[in-house]
């Protein structure tokens, strides 16, 4: 008030100072004013003024103001006007005055006198008036006994904060009650809800069930039972529903509101809180979905199944192919992470939560991995999942995970076939490669066995003796155990290399196998005058390989050598076998030799099966040497030249 009083007093000043400015915005202002005489009578109005009282301006002019006045509050009035007069002074009061049409309406009078004239400047008090006396409107209201209030102070510290809040958006505050009989109202609606509902106060003041009328049908049902249980339990009520106007646009609304025991102490509570249209959202979210619907569409329509895994509850969406593949129907199965973890094959278990952990740990940029799942019939289907993280929570780790299963049954069976002839053919071809060996090797053999008899006749002499000597005997004795040993590793070396067994990978020191092979190759680089040299890098780190596999594939290599050796008349021939590591994540072994090359023309054909240069040759060493490098995921390679001779290349991966 002090405000206007401020305003009004330098209007005032302004008038004394120009006449025109005052009087255009004295008519022009939004507040009533009015100037007495010092009889009380009106001798000015402005445009506000006439509205406010309904009454012409010049029905207005030369009334008094008492005559405006309602009759319980003439004498305050008179007394006030008195004083105006006399103490030229501003002075502010509140009064029921009287409209030109008989009702009465409340207002704040802001007056000041100067001169004899007093000007007075007119609020109309009626919607404030209104809305406080509805706040305190309380006795039909669901009454509720002062000890069930406590449990829900933390809840209405929180509705100040909210209101506080959404004093800074205005015109989206409301107040609800619903009348014991059932009956709603919203004793307070602000601006901002009656333009979302596109009603007048006086629709939904008294009355609600206009506003429930806009209520869309599909959702009524849900709002009116949201409401009942918020009434119910005193609880805060919130709620997403759509609004259908008689126009027919639909609008999507979301309302949230806390109890609050009136002040007056009558026990009653009522809601209060705030709603928003939210129809923009929805459609985003709508959109959102429709576009989440194409994607999962998309994908079922390559076969593949789809999930969408919720990391922090371990909430889990399967699709319908994603289910069918293991046999199940749309409906079965329960939408939790731990519906797949359980169907993992035990031996695939542990891999398959690493993989996924490190993904998770952001150690790995990609999550695929292959394992086996049990269907409805328990049988077992091979699958590859592939999956990424879609979002993340506030704290940055994963929130949720969505991706797909193809179904690799066929693939893993035709790779199982493949692996199964590879071993066929590596077996025969073995076989071939020890027949091609076989003198060699029992050559090998021999000289441990002859030395053995050497040794154990000699001993036998020694033993004969008057006095023996137990020295050397012993000494012997150790030889003879030596050489029997030596004999008895590569014949079992021989054994090994010609089973026909599923052999499988185990954790292999590239450098003893290397010795191992040379065992067996020893009689015929002997018997073809070649040197072996060795380069083996030290404290090698071990490798996950199939032993006899890859000592195939280095006795192969090796023969070849001593083949191409064998028709060159290189006077110093040598076959040098390396070991190194190449980078940290592959080894290689090296077979280099210095005999003839292979011919620039034929370079491409090497590894075709069945091509050989050789009379007796197969030509399938180098193409089954390559699968079963390839097997152990790395390569074969070689290198050729004149003069210098060939040098073949097995790349492994360490992991
Ligand atoms: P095969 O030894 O039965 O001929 P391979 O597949 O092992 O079959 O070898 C194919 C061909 O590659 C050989 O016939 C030979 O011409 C060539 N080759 C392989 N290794 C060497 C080598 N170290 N030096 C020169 N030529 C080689």
Redesign the pocket.
């Known amino acids: 008030m002090e405000v206007q009083n401020e305003h009004l007093r330098s209007s005032q000043t302004q008038y004394e100072q120009s006449e025109g400015y005052y009087a255009d915005l004295f008519n022009n202002a939004p507040v009533g004013h009015l100037t007495l005489t010092e009889n009380e009578l009106i001798s000015e109005a402005n445009k506000a003024a006439t509205e406010l009282f309904g009454i012409e301006r010049h029905d207005l002019l030369s009334r008094r103001f008492a005559s405006l006045v309602v009759a319980e509050d003439a004498d305050r009035w008179y007394l006030l006007f008195a004083q105006l007069i006399k103490y030229n002074q501003a002075v502010d009061i509140e009064l029921m005055l009287k409209h030109g049409q008989g009702r009465y309406f409340p207002v704040q009078l802001n007056c000041l006198s100067i001169n004899a004239k007093v000007r007075i400047s007119i609020t109309d008090l009626s919607n404030i008036r209104q809305a406080e006396t509805v706040l305190r409107d309380v006795e039909e209201t669901v009454a509720i006994s002062t000890e069930q209030l406590h449990p829900l102070k933390n809840q209405i510290d929180l509705l100040h904060t909210l209101q506080k809040i959404t004093s800074l958006v205005p015109g989206m505050v409301y107040k609800f009650r619903l009348r014991p009989d059932g009956s709603a109202h919203f004793p307070f609606a602000s601006e901002g809800i009656r333009e979302l509902f596109q009603l007048s106060p006086d629709d939904v003041r008294d009355d609600a069930s206009q506003l429930f009328a806009l209520i869309h049908p599909d959702d009524f049902d849900g709002v009116v039972a949201s409401i009942q249980k918020a009434v119910q339990d005193l609880a805060p009520w919130s709620h997403e529903f759509r609004m259908k106007f008689y126009d027919g646009t639909i609008r999507w609304v979301s309302g949230s509101s806390l109890p609050e025991q009136e002040k007056d102490g009558s026990k009653l509570w009522y809601w209060y809180g705030f709603m928003f249209d939210i129809t923009d959202r929805k459609h985003r979210e709508h959109e959102l979905r429709e576009s989440e619907f194409l994607w999962k569409f998309a994908v079922e329509g390559s076969g593949d199944g789809v999930w969408d895994w919720n990391v922090q509850t371990n909430q889990a969406i399967y699709s319908r192919i994603w289910k069918e593949m293991l046999g199940y129907s749309e409906d079965d199965l329960l939408p939790t992470y731990h519906e797949w973890l359980w169907r993992i094959h035990p031996d695939d278990k542990l891999s398959v939560k690493e993989a996924l952990q490190a993904y998770l740990d952001r150690k790995t940029e990609v999550y695929a991995v292959e394992f086996r799942l049990r269907c409805k019939d328990d049988s077992y289907k091979w699958i590859l999942a592939r999956g990424i993280v879609a979002d993340y929570t506030e704290e940055g780790s994963p929130l949720r995970m969505i991706g797909t299963h193809t179904d690799i049954s066929k693939r893993k069976f035709q790779e199982q076939q493949d692996k199964e002839h590879l071993n066929q053919l590596a077996h025969i071809t073995r076989l071939g490669l020890m027949g091609e060996m076989a003198t060699g090797i029992a050559h090998e053999v021999n000289q441990p066995l002859t030395a053995t008899v050497n040794y154990a006749t000699a001993l036998n002499l020694l033993a004969s003796l008057d006095e023996p000597d137990l020295e050397k005997i012993t000494k012997i004795a150790s030889l003879v155990s030596e050489q029997a040993l030596r004999a008895g590793k590569i014949i079992h070396r021989m054994k090994s290399f010609c089973q026909n067994q599923n052999t499988s990978s185990t954790s292999t020191d590239i450098n003893t196998l290397i010795n191992d092979c040379i065992l067996l190759c020893n009689s015929d680089l002997k018997k073809h005058n070649i040197t072996l040299n060795l380069e083996l890098a030290e404290a090698l780190p071990m490798l996950f390989v199939d032993v006899i596999k890859i000592e195939q594939v280095l006795i192969?290599?090796i023969?070849?050598?001593t083949?191409?050796l064998a028709g060159n008349d290189n006077p110093i021939k040598t076959v040098t076998l390396s070991s190194l590591m190449l980078d940290e994540n592959q080894l290689q072994i090296q077979?280099r030799?210095n005999?003839?090359?292979?011919e620039q023309a034929?370079q491409e054909?090497?590894?075709i099966?069945f091509?050989?240069?050789?009379i007796?040759?197969?030509?399938?060493?180098?193409?089954?040497?390559r699968s079963l490098i390839a097997a152990h995921k790395g390569t074969l390679t070689?290198d050729?030249l004149s003069g210098l001779?060939?040098c073949?290349y097995i790349t492994l991966p360490i992991k």
Do not use: W
């Open positions: 192969n290599l023969r070849n050598s083949e191409a077979v030799d005999g003839s090359a292979v034929i054909k090497l590894f099966p091509f050989t240069t050789k007796e040759g197969m030509g399938m060493g180098l193409s089954i040497c070689f050729s001779g060939t073949f």
